[in-house]
């Protein structure tokens, strides 16, 4: 009898401990299922943290109370902190306005581990949005000096979202100053509406094979600037990458990677980046690239390695030609204008890459592809700014494109979703008339009306007959009152 009622206290006291949320041994934080509260200015890390009247005084106070699953809600303020997250968590400050929460790293230098806020590992699913983060630390004695408002590493999902991040300008060595730097991501990975101004390298993927989504965000400014010789540099100025994706050591992206709906502004650095390889290293591919929708119109600049808008390279031993590395992508309706270098770059042996739909024009050249390209790339239905199609290949006085590119037919106006017709044959008697000819630049830049469509047309109507459905045999309307200017 003894026996039973201890047998029935015990399975009292694991009831009561069930119903109040945990078993023996949780702590406080397991059992309260939040929302989280954070306030600078009243807040005590003492507090329940569970009200907005007991609310915690540091955001990492409440991420060290917080269980997976639960969201932390910041006030206004100014938060002195480096923030480490580790669990699965939505962290919010102000969506609207993020300049009302601010994340000041105060340039401190003894900071232990990369990035002022550092996902590392989480638990689960997190969320990171409507922070301002300013100053970010580093700390130069891990060899590297580099500053990072945001690092991240997981296999879960991890959305970075409506904050405004800002770099140290010429307040650090050219090279070592990042918005945002993925690595090793197996998780899906969302980096949307964000500001990033001022530092050198705006986002970095690092071997990031969950897929992702870069998408409208603002990259304003990024810092530029001369690589002095008192820092290893050879005293040239130099710009980063607004959005740069690396593989390498054998990985395989095969997950889309997305980059769509971005904006450019007062900017003289290089765009999107995609490398598959990395030098001294085994190469790695990207399958599944879409760059879509992004506004490229970039300032002039005077830095030395510009790329252009979107650059696409294998880099792979000496001749960047080894076919495990290298980049498969589609291109298409994007604004291209680098008025100091070319728009769109590709370089090494890479897959399939076309480029389709996008306003190509006020580049040195639209789109350069050096001699060791494997396949041609299908650049049709591009505006190349002028009526005649893209030069010097090409016959027109738009915007140059280089060997190994196919670019007939293209768009005739800057319409991107008008006819693409530009120097397509004649296919019907319209075609032939004085206001369709094609204009033909001769080697003096004088034009001349091509003939070279409807002498087609001719032939066509003699094997196939018109689009009236007559036979053609006697019809020659296409040259009959056209002579060779």
Known sequence: MRKLILLAMVVAMVALATVAGGSFGLTQNARAAGPWYVDGTTGSDGNSCLATGSACLTIQAAINKASLGDTINVAAGTYTE?????????????????????IDGQN?????????????????????????????????SDGSSIALNIFAKSSYPVTIQHNKLIGHGAGLTVGNDYGIWTYGNTGTLAIQDNYLSAMYHGILLERQTGASTIAENTFDALFTGVYAVADGGDGNKYGGRAIEAITYGGVNVISLQEINEN????????????????SGQNPGKFTNVVIEDNNFDFATTDI????????????????????????????HNNIVHVPSGNGINVAGLNGSIKVNNNSIAGNLYGLMADESLGSTIDAT??????????????????DRVSTGV?????????????????????????????????????????????????????????????????????????TGHHGRD
């Open 304 to 331: 030395i390695n510009l790329n252009g808008a979107v650059f696409l390279k294998n880099v792979s031993g000496t001749l960047n030609n080894d076919p495990a590395g290298g980049v498969s992508a589609n291109i």
């Open 263 to 278: 904006q450019f502004v007062n900017f003289k650095s290089t765009g999107v980046q995609f490398s598959g390889g990395f």
């Open 406 to 478: 196919s670019f007939n037919p293209w768009l005739t106006t800057s319409d991107l979703s008008g006819p693409c017709n530009g120097g397509a044959l004649a296919i019907s008697k319209n075609q032939c008339k004085d206001g369709g000819w094609d204009i033909v630049l001769r080697a003096n830049g004088t034009g001349f009306k091509n003939q070279g469509a409807c002498v087609s047309y001719v032939e066509h109507l003699r094997e196939h007959g018109d689009d009236d459905g007559h036979d053609g045999q006697n019809d020659h309307s296409g």
């Open 108 to 140: 401190s230098t003894t900071m232990l581990k990369v990035g002022q806020v550092r996902i590392y590992q989480p638990t689960g699913p997190v969320i990171f949005e409507g922070f301002k983060i300013v100053n970010t630390g580093w700390n130069p």
């Open 381 to 398: 239905c591009n505006w190349w700014g002028a009526a005649n199609g893209p030069g010097p290949v090409g016959p027109g006085t738009g």
């Open 82 to 102: 480096q923030l480490i997250i580790t669990k699965g968590l939505t962290i919010v400050g102000d969506v609207s306005n993020p300049d009302n929460v601010v």
